[in-house]
């Protein structure tokens, strides 16, 4: 490659890099929000347990082009926040890896402490 643009390749590598991570953190919030807004209706007995069913289905009915967020999908937002919610140290962290590696680590273990 010629040496001139070696620096120029590199801004475009790190301006991916960085697009990818600010993306990444920018769903893993959607997904703690969702799975508050979730938990906050149940707990305040606003909603019942089948409207994630409801919501995956009208999402996939009325939004088909959205991909993500089956009624799975959806409970392991619900889960993922309600997981880490009392962990004020922890949340912040969650949000810095991807939503895949959270759902791994979810999976693996039995309990958070």
Same mark, same amino acid.
Request: glycine fraction near 2%.
């Given at each position: 490659? #010629? !040496?001139?643009?070696? #620096? ?9 890099? #960085?697009?990818?991570?600010?993306? !990444? ?5 959607? $997904? ?5 807004y979730?938990?906050?209706k ?29 009624? %799975? ?7 993922? $926040?309600?997981? $880490?919610? #009392?962990?004020? %140290? ?19 273990? %039995?309990?958070?402490?």
């Open positions: 490659m #010629d !040496n001139r643009f070696t #620096d120029i390749v590199q801004l475009i590598k790190q301006s991916r890099t #960085d697009a990818i991570r600010a993306v !990444n953190t920018e769903l893993i919030n959607l $997904y703690w929000n969702i799975g508050k979730i938990i906050e149940l707990e305040k007995s606003e909603w019942g347990d089948s409207v994630v069913t409801e919501l995956a289905q009208l999402i996939q009915q009325n939004e088909p082009e959205i991909r993500g967020f089956s009624d %799975k999908n959806i409970w392991r937002m619900k889960q993922f $926040y309600e997981t $880490y919610r #009392d962990f004020p %140290k922890l949340s912040p962290l969650v949000r810095e890896i991807s939503w895949t590696h959270n759902m791994l680590i979810f999976s693996r273990c %039995k309990r958070l402490h």
